[in-house]
């Protein structure tokens, strides 16, 4: 069956950088868009980034633009969000998603398999 599994979350101070993983099974990783997304406490989830099945494409949050980065690992079957430069505003709980299209979209209802999400906070 479809699972994704998130690791690599914990405490930071601002400035640091992080790596966030997230592991795919029961697909074929590049078959589909990748999302990752963040909630914050009393806050909606929000798309954070995305890479797409067809040629890699990626997308990026005005927030985060140059200070977070996508990656797959099709061999690993994995999907990394590297994380630098990070604000005590990136504090959240991120997940990652599988798309039910190939391309790119920020709207949690474009996808249908969630991760269970793990905690990333940044504080002094």
């Known amino acids: 069956q479809v699972q994704l599994v998130e690791s690599g979350g914990g405490l930071v101070q601002p400035g640091w950088s992080l790596r966030v993983s997230c592991a795919a099974s029961g697909f074929t990783l590049d078959w589909y868009a990748i999302g990752w997304f963040r909630q914050a406490p009393g806050k909606e989830r929000e798309g954070v980034s995305c890479?797409?099945?067809?040629?890699?494409?990626?997308y990026y949050a005005d927030s985060v633009k140059g200070r977070f980065t996508i990656s797959r690992d099709n061999a690993k079957n994995t999907v990394y969000l590297q994380m630098n430069s990070l604000k005590p505003e990136d504090t959240a709980v991120y997940y990652c998603?599988?798309?039910?299209?190939?391309?790119?979209?920020?709207?949690?209802?474009?996808?249908?398999?969630w991760g269970q999400g793990t905690q990333v906070t940044v504080s002094s």
């Open positions: 998603a599988r798309g039910q299209v190939y391309y790119c979209s920020d709207h949690t209802a474009d996808y249908n398999y």
């Open positions: 890479i797409s099945s067809s040629d890699g494409s990626t």
